[in-house]
């Protein structure tokens, strides 16, 4: 089973950055792509950013510029660094990865608990 480990969330003044980690753990042959999704106060869940093992990204039109995705394959690590954040950024983020456990088994989708951003003054 893998697990998703968020980290790197909190409270910061708008302009202000932070930066999200998440690390797969468990039994893993490989990953395909690892992303962030963030879901506001009554809205759905939302990509914010995804990279694949090749290092392809694609960002939402709203976090272009300013944030930016990032993977260390050896650690299973991905990472989100988020500058010049907005209020409008505040939202419940979520980890996921997109793999196999091992070579047999098709592509599965796991999600992390997700962890809160709160832009505000």
């Known amino acids: 089973q893998v697990q998703l480990a968020e980290s790197g969330g909190g409270l910061v003044q708008p302009g202000g950055s932070l930066r999200l980690s998440c690390a797969a753990s468990?039994?893993?042959?490989?990953?395909?792509?690892m992303g962030w999704y963030r879901q506001a106060p009554g809205r759905q869940r939302e990509l914010a950013a995804v990279?694949?093992?090749?290092?392809?990204?694609n960002y939402a039109d709203s976090v272009k510029g300013r944030f930016t995705i990032s993977r260390d394959n050896a650690k299973n690590t991905v990472y989100l660094q988020m500058n010049s954040l907005k209020s409008e950024d505040t939202a419940v983020y979520y980890c996921?990865?997109?793999?196999?456990?091992?070579?047999?088994?098709?592509?599965?989708?796991?999600w992390g608990q997700g962890i809160q951003v709160t832009v505000s003054s």
């Open positions: 996921n990865a997109v793999l196999r456990s091992d070579s047999r088994t098709p592509l599965t989708t796991v």
């Open positions: 468990g039994t893993i042959f490989s990953i395909y792509a």
């Open positions: 990279i694949t093992s090749g290092g392809n990204t």
